[in-house]
């Protein structure tokens, strides 16, 4: 079989030690660098959608219209791009996300916020995700100024602060298979020092899939479904109150996770060896219609079903 990863870094840990594992079983596995290749030539048995930039998912889409496997597929990593979109498709799937309005660039938030129709504290987001973009926490109008003068122009997301633990739980998903940690977040207030109440002596590495509860479990894998997604990650606040999905993406990087690598080479197999772009349950994605400027409001009340 011949495995195609469509990434700038085949070195990454989760993609060099799953292609290891498929190497040592007799599979070919090859990089193609998306700013470099069009696409053409043979093709191989499945690729695997690591990078996400303009360039690898216009090659992902070509080969999947000559009939590719593509895990995920480009429609699937291209949504989880657009924040508008994601927060769109989970409050029309009654997913828990935490409310979310679009906001058409610094400027116009300065003015919604002046005229008192958003209240800080404000977490503050680029509308489409991509390395380096704007994650920050606004507390008061002078963080709100400095930030529209070093983004002018920027489309934004905005959602309100939710108090946590100061820690996000990080929640991975390969082929249905779970696991998951605690990362403290860059949004935490700065007396959220030490770890999360109830992570153990260990700290808050220690916390994995058996000290997840049930309904955080069933949230995550619900989230593949309705998303169309089969290597994933949903980023939750941390507390024992009803979760509240603050982010989705697109195969993740998936560190340090005893499994993982044999998780995605056993779905290399099984989608290649099929012929098919993905498994049955994963292979229709929910495309919302969006507009910009309209908001995407999903409370973090609502039910996971």
């Not at 300065?110 to 404000?122: A, D, I």
């Not at 939710?162 to 998951?180: A, E, I």
């Not at 993905?278 to 973090?300: E, F, H, I, Q």
């Amino acid at each position: 079989m011949r495995v195609g990863l469509i990434t700038s870094a085949p070195d990454h840990p989760l993609l060099a030690a799953a292609g290891a594992l498929l190497t040592a079983r007799g599979h070919r596995v090859e990089a193609l660098d998306p700013a470099g290749r069009a696409g053409g030539g043979p093709l191989a048995d499945v690729y695997l959608l690591k990078a996400r930039t303009p360039a690898a998912l216009a090659l992902a889409r070509g080969l999947e219209e000559r009939g590719a496997p593509v895990v995920n597929r480009a429609a699937a990593t291209e949504l989880c791009q657009d924040r508008t979109a994601m927060a769109d498709l989970a409050r029309r799937a009654a997913l828990p996300f935490a409310p979310t309005r679009t906001v058409a660039d610094p400027a116009v938030l300065l003015r919604l916020v002046g005229s008192g129709e958003l209240r800080l504290p404000l977490v503050v987001k680029s509308r489409h995700s991509r390395r380096h973009d704007l994650v920050a926490r606004v507390d008061d109008l002078a963080r709100l100024r400095a930030l529209a003068a070093e983004w002018p122009g920027e489309p934004l997301v905005v959602q309100p602060y939710l108090p946590s633990t100061g820690w996000d739980q990080k929640l991975w998903v390969v082929d249905g298979r779970l696991f998951c940690t605690r990362r403290r977040s860059e949004l935490a207030d700065p007396e959220h020092t030490g770890p999360p109440d109830g992570a153990g002596v260990l700290g808050p590495d220690s916390f994995g899939p058996d000290d997840l509860p049930a309904e955080r479990a069933r949230l995550a894998l619900r989230v593949g479904e309705v998303f169309g997604l089969d290597v994933y990650g949903v980023d939750l606040l941390d507390g024992p109150e009803e979760p509240v999905v603050v982010d989705v993406n697109a195969f993740p990087g998936v560190r340090g996770q005893a499994g993982a690598p044999e998780a995605l080479a056993a779905l290399v197999l099984r989608t290649g060896g099929a012929g098919s772009p993905a498994p049955a349950s994963r292979a229709r994605t929910l495309v919302p219609r969006t507009r910009p400027g309209v908001p995407a409001d999903a409370g973090p009340a609502a039910a996971a079903r």
